[in-house]
T-cell receptor, first 113, second 114 residues
Framework: GESVGLHLPTLSVQEGDNSIINCAYSNSASDYFIWYKQESGKGPQFIIDIRSNMDKRQGQRVTVLLNKTVKHLSLQIAATQPGDSAVYFCAEIDNQAGTALIFGKGTTLSVSS | GAGVSQTPSNKVTEKGKYVELRCDPISGHTALYWYRQSLGQGPEFLIYFQGTGAADDSGLPNDRFFAVRPEGSVSTLKIQRTERGDSAVYLC????????????FGQGTRLTVV
């Protein structure tokens, strides 16, 4: 499957491949992280979340990995489908400090069949 | 309604005019966020409400921008003396407000200042 070590703005994969989208977050005190999917003309849609006391969480076809040492988050999508084509954003929040949900840079995923 | 509702969906206004953008959050959600999203960019935080009060308004770019949530439900984002650079999609989100709760987004209002 396709993967990127650092954040890249675009990722192109073939249908059926596994995709890995990376995100570097900014606040070492952030304790909750969310991945959002945004399709054209729509608001961001929740995909999966993870708390800072975990390093991995799995959903349906998606897995989020958290590396607090290097402040890195990744989203893995298994068996990528054309319907997965969208822009993906990670977001962080520091609940203890009561901060707002802050978004990282997006990655545009294009899936070709 | 079932989701976050934003009105209008599109707004075209002339430079210098005043605009109001409305957000109806999910019923029972105490936290409400406003974001601004320019083409090709991620949502940029503007202001965050917990109940009726602004918990964090550090993202408002200048004093032309103001938001209210008088009864802890519907919120209005107000922009005075609009400028062409204010053109963007304005997104609203709400959450239950407790920790570790996800935010649900509306479809956004596309503001165009001509």
């Amino acid at each position: 499957g396709e993967s990127v070590g650092l954040h890249l703005p675009t990722l192109s994969v073939q249908e059926g491949d596994n995709s890995i989208i990376n995100c570097a977050y900014s606040n070492s005190a952030s304790d909750y992280f969310i991945w959002y999917k945004q399709e054209s003309g729509k608001g961001p849609q929740f995909i999966i979340d993870i708390r800072s006391n975990m390093d991995k969480r799995q959903g349906q076809r998606v897995t989020v990995l958290l590396n607090k040492t290097v402040k890195h988050l990744s989203l893995q999508i298994a068996a990528t489908q054309p319907g997965d084509s969208a822009v993906y954003f990670c977001a962080e929040i520091d609940n203890q400090a009561g901060t707002a949900l802050i978004f990282g840079k997006g990655t545009t995923l294009s899936v070709s069949s | 309604g079932a989701g976050v509702s934003q009105t209008p969906s599109n707004k075209v206004t002339e430079k210098g005019k005043y605009v109001e953008l409305r957000c109806d959050p999910i019923s029972g959600h105490t936290a409400l966020y406003w974001y601004r999203q320019s083409l090709g960019q991620g949502p940029e935080f503007l202001i965050y409400f917990q109940g009726t009060g602004a918990a964090d308004d550090s993202g408002l770019p200048n004093d032309r921008f103001f938001a209210v949530r008088p009864e802890g439900s519907v919120s209005t984002l107000k922009i005075q003396r609009t400028e062409r650079g204010d053109s963007a999609v304005y997104l609203c989100a709400s959450s239950l407000g407790g920790i570790y709760t996800e935010a649900f987004f509306g479809q956004g209002t596309r503001l165009t200042v001509v």
